[in-house]
């Protein structure tokens, strides 16, 4: 039963060390997760003997259910309470780990990562609402969201590493049982450190079950387009069925939400200036961010023949950019302000792309600066874009809210990736994964990435475009 137990709200970072470290053990989760299996799909292919499709959907079938059914439970725990359903998505976390030694077939495995999915779809979103709402002051939910944020880095960061140091001693589960004590940490830090949810801060008219079945069918679909499109290329029919089923399905929840008494989201809140600007620049940052990953990943081992670990430590400048500017984040906000450090942060991110798109062929110390701007940028509008969006929304919308932000960044990571690797796919010919290409194929690489990098530069400009008009508008809506 939610109780409407009250606890002092706290003045400073350290009175609310035992919640911050629970949730920053579910950030850790999220980063860890993928980046430390990353390094053993070699292996988990040999020992399962799984196809290439299969060894894609043990990473895929977790990102596809947790991008898929964040909105559907951040409404959910904005009804039923943020700390019951995150506590209740811990278990299941730590459960589906421990399922991982059972594991036989690739199939198999493949369900364990979707309940993993599910796990992270219920426990993401509610903590950055729960860190948000566990302060009043903006310069400490700053402060919070930085730190728990750049545990999570520090997850993403190590992964690769500790997950290839690991493997030469013990079989590859144990990078999954891993999330074991993590959950468990997480779990403790929660139940110790946050009062449950106060009864009159819930959201309480009925789920619209139509509407979370389009908006997850929109957002699984959004998700599936992008792989195919990478995998069988703009010829293939199936990137495009999936792309028109995704958008239909956008139309139809959309309909939906405006005839719907109680809608799962009230397309109202995302008319409110914060949240739109927000959701803008968080979109600006996703499309970047992973489109210029993808692109650097390649340009490293197929055009400069890099071996893999090389072209890791070519990535080092946005990993040490990342982590380096933790510190820096609330001064560099406190002294511009919130609204004109989310732009700002979101305009590096567009001067990063723009700097690869023009320099990318002078060497790898153009891609190191646009590497390090991106990262830069990143490091500040993933904290105050999302801030921005929580703080534009009622009390009883914040882990909507925050699943909103959440996915908006899932589905902008894939749209990145899936316009660039549409391009290279038109514009290469042949296999590009191939071994000794023809002078004719290294001009075609070229001009794709050229032509990829410029579309992220335009998309990302035109978004932070939005954002910042956006943000301009005054608004009275009020909390």
């Known amino acids: 039963m939610i ?41 988990i292919g040999r020992e399962l003997n799984a196809s290439t499709t299969a060894l894609q959907w043990v990473t895929g079938a977790y990102s596809v259910v947790f991008g898929g059914l964040m909105l559907l439970l951040g409404a959910v725990a904005d009804r039923f309470g943020r700390r019951r359903v995150m506590l209740f998505g811990l278990v299941l976390l730590g459960l589906a780990s421990l399922a991982t030694v059972m594991v036989r077939t690739a199939e198999e495995l493949i369900a364990v990562r ?22 009043e002051e903006e310069s400490l939910r700053v402060r919070a969201i930085t730190v728990i944020s750049t545990v999570g880095l520090v997850g993403l960061a190590i992964g690769p590493t500790a997950g290839g140091l690991v493997l030469a001693i013990a079989p590859w589960q144990t990078l999954l049982l891993v999330n074991v004590p993590i959950a468990a940490l997480a779990f403790l830090g929660i139940r110790g ?17 139509a509407g979370a079945l ?6 699984v679909l959004g998700l599936v387009a992008p792989t195919l499109f990478v995998n069988d290329g703009p010829h293939s029919w199936a990137p495009w069925a999936a792309t028109v089923a995704a958008l239909i399905a956008i139309v139809l929840f959309v309909v939906r939400e405006r005839a719907a008494r109680s809608p799962l989201l009230d397309l109202a809140l995302l008319a409110r ?7 803008a620049f968080k979109a600006a940052a996703g499309i970047a961010t992973a489109g210029l990953t993808y692109l650097v990943t390649l340009q490293l081992q197929l055009d400069w023949g890099w071996p893999p670990a090389l072209a890791a430590l070519g990535m080092l400048p946005q990993v040490v950019v990342l982590l380096a500017l933790g510190p820096f984040v609330n001064p560099f906000v406190q002294r511009v302000g919130i609204g004109r450090a989310a732009w700002l942060s979101a305009a590096t991110v567009v001067l990063g792309l723009a700097v ?28 105050v874009a999302a801030i921005n969006v929580l703080s534009g929304l009622p009390k009883n919308r914040t882990s909507i809210g925050s699943a909103l932000a959440d996915t908006t960044t899932e589905v902008a990571n894939g749209t990145g990736v899936a316009l660039v690797g549409t391009i290279l796919a038109a514009l290469f010919a042949g296999s590009i994964a191939s071994s000794g290409w023809t002078v004719e194929q290294a001009g075609q690489f070229e001009t794709a990435l050229t032509a990829g990098a410029i579309a992220l530069t335009l998309a990302a400009a035109a978004l932070v475009a939005l954002g910042f008009v956006r943000a301009g508008r005054p608004t009275t809506a009020g909390r």
């Open 3 to 43: 109780t409407n137990t009250v606890r002092p709200t706290p003045r400073s970072l350290r009175a609310a060390w035992v919640a911050l470290t629970g949730l920053g053990a579910v950030f850790l989760f999220e980063m860890l997760d993928n980046s430390i299996l990353n390094v053993a799909l070699p292996t």
């Open 114 to 135: 979707a309940l993993m999915g599910v796990a992270a779809a219920m426990t993401t979103p509610g903590s950055m609402a729960l860190a948000f709402r566990l302060f």
């Open 193 to 209: 450190g946050i009062a449950p949810d106060d009864e009159a801060d819930l959201h309480r008219v009925p789920i619209d079950v």
């Open 214 to 219: 389009l908006a997850t069918a929109a957002i």
């Open 273 to 279: 200036p914060l949240v739109s600007s927000g959701l």
């Open 356 to 383: 690869y798109a023009l320099l990318h062929g002078f060497g790898y110390a153009a891609v190191a600066v646009s590497l390090a701007l991106v990262a830069a940028g990143l490091r500040v509008v993933g904290v």
